[in-house]
């Protein structure tokens, strides 16, 4: 298995541009998340799915979109980039809720820049 | 959610056991405790959590208190590898199970 793959592993965008941030699991996981990690800082949630065609809001989803048409896929879409959302985004997946299935698993990240 | 503390950072002698300590005195009943671990430039790697009981897998063990109010993860033979930051995280356990990472602790295995 691939585990969670994203791409791409940087990109430098203008102020305005749009953009879609590529996010696989290969692990048949029910979950799907979308963080990002500003420098020193924690982690925020984006968005999460808990299944096709099901998303929901996070903490922080102002300036982002997200889809979810396979259980492989869940692609985060960015409009209008803004300097603010320079950051690492981290795709994670998570098979259930049962007990034995809470672990996430984390892609490598998605460093982004906005000039 | 309930807050947790965590040392900013600590250093551990390659080989030897790595004891991380967390402070979670606001926990629920039904809140779990979460380790992670994120080493530089890396995302976020799963550890070991657990509810009351105390926890072991390959990887650590986890020391939770009677009364819940604190724990401990336990590296048993930390490598030069082991060197990241460690986040202690209390959370349900839901759908929207997001991971709110706080500051964590800086761990530095030394040889």
């Known amino acids: 298995n691939a585990g969670v793959t994203q791409t791409p592993k940087f990109r430098i965008l203008k102020i305005g541009q749009s953009m879609t941030l590529q996010c696989a699991q290969d692990m048949n996981h029910n979950y799907m998340y979308w963080y990002r990690q500003d420098p020193g800082m924690g982690l925020k949630l984006i968005y999460y799915s808990v299944g096709a065609g099901i998303t929901d809001k996070g903490e922080v989803p102002n300036g982002y979109n997200v889809s979810r048409s396979t259980t492989e896929d869940f692609p985060l879409r960015l409009e209008l980039a803004a300097p603010s959302q320079t950051s690492v985004y981290f795709c994670a997946s998570r098979l259930g809720l049962a007990r034995s299935y809470n672990e996430q698993f984390f892609g490598p990240g998605t460093r982004l820049t906005v000039l | 959610d309930a807050k947790t503390t965590q040392p900013t950072s600590m250093d551990c002698a390659e080989g030897r056991a790595a004891n991380l300590p967390c402070n979670h005195s606001?926990?629920?009943?039904?809140?779990?405790v979460y380790w992670y671990r994120q080493i530089h430039s890396q995302g976020p790697q799963y550890i070991i959590h657990g509810l009351k009981n105390n926890e072991t897998n390959e990887m650590a063990s986890l020391i939770i208190t009677e009364d819940r109010k604190s724990s401990t993860l336990i590296l048993p033979h930390a490598t030069l590898r082991d060197t990241a930051v460690y986040y202690c995280i209390v959370r349900v356990n839901n759908a929207g199970n997001m991971l709110t990472f706080g500051g964590g602790t800086r761990l530095m295995v030394k040889p």
């Open positions: 606001t926990i629920s009943g039904n809140e779990y």
